[in-house]
Every structure is written in structure tokens, then in C-alpha cells.
């Protein structure tokens, strides 16, 4: 069976472990924890870079760091993983849906202005599969009406816009490091800002709330979402092969392009100026049940895939107002992740699209 992922764990990562183990710092304090936040801040060109644990709190901390509570309403594109939409629910606020572009499968910044009430407080713009969402158009809508940027890089690490990392283009941005993203530490996250004063809020909300310079004294409710001195050691190694990794996705977005080329398959297209770092590759087939088709005779020849995110608009927690997100639907009903990891061999590729073509025959 070629699973639809599989981390790369072979560079330091047993030997930075090792040393956590040796040394005993095996907990939130230690060099990893501080060694991987400044390099990953140095990797993505960010100022401030905050470990937690996982990629879900990194969202809960960005809305809390900003402010965000009851009354208050995040846009939010259905398209996205579960935890985008219910971060925004864990701070009391309204997560309010926005349809994605057929071609990029981002979010639909046209369709911005038409959402916006005096509740409208910032718009989470979540970069899909890898690919960026509009940020320079969302920059100046943002500007306009004065809402804050939240980006969800979970998908995007190493993604570019004219040059500049994803993540860098909002007041706070979230990583995670789930098992299956392109840079791992088993569970794992990151919050990164420009800004000063939103780190030194993150950091302290994320630290049980203690206040600097004195013991056992917390100032404010806060949470314990850090990361242990282990996580970040594997990350750190996964850091020091990332460029590796996104090359590797890159050149397999490229080769599966190629050979599924001449069939009726639709793929995510790249806009002019962007590097997509292509955290999984998806095809669309002609409907849902040619997808669930053609998922079960790839299971059959040994090929893992996974269905494309199913839009959270439809969920039961959030389907209360039976909304219409046409493109959403349309995307989402006939999707499926082809096995997308930096290991992967021309072999398993071209096994993969003979498995494919053979359907089509
Ligand atoms: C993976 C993912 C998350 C959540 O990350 P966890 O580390 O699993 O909590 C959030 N948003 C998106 C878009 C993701 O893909």
C-alpha cells in the first residue's frame, strides 16, 4: 500500500531526541524549544515565531491575542480543515462562510465586501493545500475596514507571493505540525507576528498566563499550549531538510501533472507570481461518485487517497442556517489527495497514474 503520506524522519531527528532524553530536558523548557522557533522565524522571514502544541490552539491563541470574542465575527472560507472554524468558535465569536474560486480553490476575496456588517472583526484566510490566498487584495480590504488578517499557514509551510512567505502578510499567522504537514513534529504548532506586543500576548496567554519576574503570580487566564523541548527537536531537524522536502513536493506536483495530463481530470491551478509549496496534490474527477469509483479501485490497487476537506458550512454544528456555498460544494464533492510525501519514488508515481488510467480505459 503507498500511503498518502508518510513523514521524512531521517536527518537529525533521532539524534536531537537522543539528547533531550540524555539531558532530561524532555519538557517546555530547553535549547530546542528556543533553537526552533528562532530558526523557523529565520526560515519563513518572520520577527516572532511562538512553539505551542498543536496547530488547532495556534489558532485559538491568534483570535485571543487579537482580541477577538462574543459579538465578534471571523469570515472564513467552508473549504478548510475543522479547526479553522471552530477556533473562532472557542473565543465566542461567529464564524461567517465565504465561497473559494473555482480555479485556486482559495477563498473568494470578490465576495468579501458583500459579508462585511459592523460585527466584522478579521477575516482568517486560510492557504489550501498549499496554494495562497489573494493576501495583497485581502491587505488592502483589511486596511479599509479596518479588520484584522489571521492567515492559517497549516498547509502552506515554505509557500510563497511574489517572494514573500505566506504567514507574513497578516497581524497573526498559525503553522502546524501534525504528522501529514510538510514540516512535522508529531503534534505541534507555531504563531508568528510582526508585532511586539501580539507575541508577548501569545506568549504569556500560552503560559498559563504567568506574569514575567515573579513566581506561582498569573495575571490572567491563560492556558498551558507548549511545546515540549522533544517536539521541537524534531522540528528543528525537519527545519534543516525543508527545502529538501518542498523541492520534493514540488517536482511530484509537477510529475503527477504530467502524467495524468491527457485525462478528464482537473487539477488546483497556480496564479502568476506564487510558489506553491504543494503540501498535497489533488485531482477533481467528474462527480462524487466517480470520485468514491475511482478512490475504490485505487484502494484496490494499493494506493491510499483521501476525499478533499468536506465544506464545514454543511457540518451539524454549523449548518444551521442551510446556506449555499455553490463552488465549495461543487470542489469539495468530487476531490481526492493522491499520495503526496517527500519520499516518494518516479516508481510509485507512475504506478499511481497507470492505477488511474486503467480506471479511465
Ligand atoms: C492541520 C490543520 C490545522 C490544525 O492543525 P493541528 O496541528 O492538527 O491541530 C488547522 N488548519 C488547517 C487548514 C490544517 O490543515
Known amino acids: 500500500m ?75 472560507p467552508s473549504f478548510t480543515y475543522i479547526a479553522s472554524v471552530n477556533a473562532i468558535r472557542y473565543v465566542g465569536a461567529t464564524p461567517v462562510f465565504v465561497d473559494i474560486e473555482p480555479a485556486s480553490w482559495q477563498l473568494d476575496v470578490s465576495q468579501l465586501r458583500a459579508l462585511f456588517n459592523k460585527n466584522t472583526k478579521a477575516i482568517m484566510a486560510v492557504h489550501i493545500y498549499g ?10 480590504l483589511a486596511r479599509q475596514y479596518r479588520l484584522y488578517l489571521i492567515e492559517d499557514c497549516a498547509e502552506a509551510f515554505g509557500t510563497q507571493i511574489d517572494g514573500q512567505h505566506v504567514g507574513t502578510f497578516s497581524d497573526v499567522a498559525t503553522y502546524s505540525f501534525f504528522g501529514n504537514k510538510t514540516v512535522t513534529t508529531g503534534e505541534g504548532g507555531m504563531v508568528v507576528t510582526q508585532c511586539p506586543e501580539l507575541d508577548a500576548k501569545i506568549r504569556h496567554l500560552k503560559g498559563q498566563g504567568l506574569m514575567s519576574g515573579r513566581e506561582y503570580w498569573h495575571d490572567i487566564i491563560g492556558y498551558n499550549y507548549r511545546m515540549t523541548n522533544i517536539c521541537a527537536a ?61 478512490r475504490q479501485h485505487l484502494w484496490n490497487e494499493g494506493v491510499e487517497t483521501r476525499p478533499l476537506f468536506n465544506p464545514v458550512h454543511q457540518m451539524p454544528m454549523y449548518a444551521i442556517d442551510k446556506q449555499s456555498l455553490p463552488v465549495t460544494e461543487w470542489i469539495a464533492g468530487r476531490g481526492m489527495n493522491l499520495p503526496s510525501w517527500p519520499g516518494m519514488t518516479d516508481e510509485m508515481l507512475q504506478r499511481i497514474s497507470t492505477a488511474i488510467r486503467t480506471f479511465y480505459r
Not at 498543536?54 to 491568534?62: D, E, K, P
Open 2 to 76: 503507498i500511503p498518502v503520506y508518510q513523514p521524512d524522519l531521517s536527518g537529525n531527528e533521532k539524534r536531537y531526541v537522543n539528547e533531550c532524553l540524555d539531558s532530561s530536558w524532555i519538557s517546555s523548557k530547553g535549547r530546542f524549544v528556543t533553537d526552533f522557533e528562532q530558526s523557523f522565524a529565520d526560515y519563513t522571514q518572520t520577527k516572532y515565531a511562538a512553539s505551542v502544541a498543536n496547530g488547532t490552539v495556534a489558532l485559538h491563541l491568534a483570535l485571543l491575542a487579537l482580541g477577538i470574542g462574543p459579538g465578534d465575527e471571523v469570515i472564513v
Open 131 to 140: 496554494h495562497p490566498c489573494d493576501m495583497p487584495a485581502l491587505q488592502q
Open 234 to 294: 524534531i522540528g528543528l531537524a525537519q527545519l534543516e531538510r525543508a527545502p529538501l522536502f518542498i523541492s520534493k513536493k514540488q517536482a511530484l506536483a509537477h510529475r503527477y501533472q504530467q502524467l495524468l495530463a491527457d485525462l478528464p481530470l482537473t487539477f488546483q491551478q497556480v496564479k502568476a507570481g506564487i510558489t506553491h509549496s504543494w503540501w498535497m496534490f489533488s485531482i477533481l474527477t467528474g462527480d462524487a461518485a466517480e470520485r468514491d469509483a475511482l
